[in-house]
């Protein structure tokens, strides 16, 4: 596939699918193929839907350099979309373009990514996003807040949320009617997968941003920028054996561990977040 392609034509998502509170049957996404706008080869999205959400039924995406665009008619241009080449820390700025009504009232929304995570999909080898959602507070300061969740705290490469395909609700009477979360998705040559199968056994493939200082040490290390309610705090060697446990001690940002005990070598330390959904890391070095 060129830079601007995206998935190949028969990916499809499924979407549970309900109206004022009702069940109904559910909603399918699916790539048809490819058209021409703009000088951009996009991959052509229709939508069976049984609920409505006031969008088109046929949607337009392109993909360069790892960000996903989607064609607005009404505007006649390309608005972002997702960002998958972001790397942990990194900052997502998802602005509330005309005719949407974010989730929000706010202007614009933030996304810092907290982890990244790798799962194989018969070959297929998808980043999985955790995050964390940002505002800028009545001091113009940007802050962050945990997601509650497992499905809404994160996204996934080229596949996107897993609540719902768009990050905006748009108004009108319609909105009583939503199509989420996501059910399935399917990738011609790869399966059919649960949704539920991203969020589990998943192999870390980044870590977060908390710091360990110093590193390499040698009695003591200083744990930096903890989680405000963290899960728990795990050392093990490289055999994936737990050498130090650290007991839970919410609210505090920094944490001294004394490893003046532990033979020389390689470990790692564990972060889990306060629902122990999922894992931060980082190796160290004891001399």
């Known amino acids: ?29 699916t790539i048809t193929g490819t058209e021409e706008i703009k000088g951009k080869i996009c991959s052509k999205l229709e939508k069976t839907h049984f609920s409505c ?7 337009y995406f392109y993909k360069d350099e790892g960000k996903l665009y989607c064609y607005d008619s009404e505007l006649d241009e390309f608005l972002f979309f997702l960002d ?5 820390g990194d900052t997502i700025k998802i602005p509330s373009y005309p005719q949407q009504n974010m ?3 706010r202007d614009t929304n933030f996304m810092r990514i907290d982890s990244i995570f790798s799962k194989d999909f018969n070959g297929l080898c998808l ?4 995050k964390s959602v940002g505002y800028y507070d009545s001091n ?3 802050v962050f807040n945990a997601i509650t969740g497992k499905k809404r705290k994160v996204f996934v490469e080229d596949i996107g949320y897993l609540t719902s ?6 108004t ?27 969020l589990s056994q998943n192999e870390i493939y980044h870590v977060n941003q908390f710091n360990v200082y110093p590193n390499p040490a040698r009695n003591q290390i200083l744990i930096k920028n903890l989680p405000l309610e963290y899960g728990s705090i795990l050392i093990t060697n490289t055999a994936g054996e737990i050498v130090k446990s650290i007991k839970k001690r919410n609210k505090l940002k920094s944490i001294k561990v004394d490893i003046s005990q532990l033979p020389k070598g390689l470990y790692i330390v564990l972060v889990s977040d306060s629902e122990n959904d999922y894992i931060h890391s980082k190796k160290i070095i004891k001399n």
């Open 127 to 130: 980043k999985i996003f955790y």
């Open 84 to 88: 998958f080449s972001v790397n942990v």
């Open 165 to 170: 395909f768009f990050n905006w609700i748009e």
């Open 140 to 142: 113009n300061e940007l």
């Open 103 to 105: 989730f929000t009232n």
């Open 53 to 59: 959400d006031l969008r088109p039924m046929i949607e």
């Open 1 to 29: 596939m060129s830079s601007q392609e995206w998935l190949p034509v028969g990916t499809q998502w499924t979407f549970d699918s309900s109206v004022l509170g009702q069940q109904v049957e559910d909603d399918i996404y």
């Open 172 to 198: 009108g009477w319609c909105d009583a009617a939503y199509s989420t979360p996501l059910k399935s998705f399917s990738i011609p040559g790869f399966g059919t997968w649960d949704a539920d199968e991203l």
